[in-house]
């Protein structure tokens, strides 16, 4: 069965720096890997997913994330946060099509990120 | 176009007594998927529907139930509530079926059960 860990549970970065946000899967086979956001009270939403090809990924809001097979992670980053950017992010890996049972999307327990100015 | 939509927002029940949860997927889209989220646990995955089938369904017991209409919408059942089904119940739509492709969350619906 598919898993993915992140390991940091809390990160504090200043406004105006740089991020990175760990996630490492584990599932046999290429993943779809996905990063999402989710505010205070609202529900999730996506900043990036990757499937194949680049390796490195672009979404929205600046961010970014870079497939490692050979690590097996997926890390976000975003090169300077604003202190809208504080949130909860979760990362989640699914096998895809046509994996009956191996389909749904599993996520990580999150990562709170706090902005100070 | 409009979003997920979740109904009730937010509700409180007692332990024993049952709830249902209503989610109206973004127009088009024919799978809806279900998720519990705790502190404890984050984010566990309750069941997948496409097409008013169940496509997945993950480790929660049969208290735990749910079905998809004709038109996309969906509910899920909780029976004989405990005091650890206290949670945020998301419900998320998207085109395609499993995991493929972009969900789209709902705001929830917290329920408090005492």
């Known amino acids: 069965a598919q898993s993915v860990t992140q390991p940091d549970i809390h990160i504090t970065v200043s406004e105006g720096a740089s991020l990175e946000l760990r996630c490492n899967y584990s599932?046999?086979?290429?993943?779809?890997l996905f990063w999402y956001v989710q505010s205070p009270g609202q529900g999730l939403q996506l900043l990036l997913k990757?499937?194949?090809?680049?390796?490195l990924v672009q979404g929205i809001k600046g961010f970014e994330a870079e497939f490692k097979r050979s690590q097996s992670s997926f890390n976000l980053r975003k090169p300077s946060v604003h202190w809208s950017d504080a949130a909860e992010y979760f990362c989640?890996?699914?096998?895809?099509?046509?994996?009956?049972?191996?389909?749904?999307?599993?996520f990580g327990t999150g990562t709170r990120l706090t902005i100070i100015p | 176009k409009a979003g997920v939509t979740q109904t009730p927002r937010y509700l409180i029940k007692t332990r024993g007594q049952q709830v249902t949860l209503s989610c109206s997927p973004i127009?088009?889209?024919?799978?809806v998927s279900w998720y519990q989220q705790t502190p404890g646990q984050g984010l566990q995955f309750l069941f997948e529907?496409?097409?008013?089938?169940?496509?997945n369904k993950g480790n929660f017991p049969g208290r735990f139930s749910g079905r998809q209409f004709s038109n996309s919408r969906s509910e899920m059942n909780v029976s004989t509530l405990e005091l650890g089904d206290s949670a945020l119940y998301l419900c998320?739509?998207?085109?395609?079926?499993?995991?493929?492709?972009?969900?789209?969350f709902g705001e929830g619906s917290r329920l408090t059960v005492l």
């Open positions: 998320a739509s998207s085109l395609e079926a499993g995991g493929t492709g972009e969900l789209f």
């Open positions: 599932y046999g086979a290429t993943p779809y």
């Open positions: 990757y499937f194949s090809g680049d390796t």
């Open positions: 989640a890996v699914s096998g895809g099509r046509p994996n009956f049972g191996n389909e749904k999307l599993t």
């Open positions: 127009s088009g889209h024919r799978s």
């Open positions: 529907y496409f097409s008013e089938t169940q496509r």
